[in-house]
């Protein structure tokens, strides 16, 4: 059975950075692509960043790109999420998910993805 389990949030100032990472348990993560999504209270889940499964590839939503990074590490079985220039709209419950299919492909659909993990809680203040 897949699990992701995700560490690393918390409380930031407006500006700074900080990295969240996504734990794969039960598998090896090289055979997954992996994505990070976020959802804020009262709003819709939305995609950030997509790895390919060798971390070749990967793709960004146009309101991290630039600031976050996507990042992985088969031989840990860790994804990692790096995010600069926090602002106080990047203020969310922070997933990470894993899916398998035949071809890499830039999705950050919710649907493409099978596993997910608990979330943790990232907060920006000014």
């Known amino acids: 059975q897949v699990q992701l389990t995700e560490s690393g949030g918390g409380s930031v100032q407006a500006g700074g950075s900080l990295r969240v990472s996504c734990a794969l348990s039960g598998d090896t993560a090289s055979r997954y692509y992996m994505a990070w999504f976020r959802q804020a209270p009262g709003k819709e889940r939305e995609g950030l960043a997509a790895i390919s499964t060798g971390g070749g590839g990967t793709h960004y939503a146009d309101s991290v790109e630039g600031r976050f990074t996507i990042s992985r590490d088969n031989a840990k079985n860790t994804v990692f999420l790096e995010m600069n220039s926090l602002k106080l709209e990047d203020t969310a419950m922070y997933y990470c998910?894993?899916?398998?299919?035949?071809?890499?492909?830039?999705?950050?659909?919710?649907?493409?993805?099978?596993?997910w993990g608990q979330g943790t809680q990232v907060t920006v203040s000014s």
């Open positions: 998910a894993a899916g398998v299919w035949p071809r890499w492909r830039q999705t950050l659909s919710s649907y493409d993805y099978t596993y």
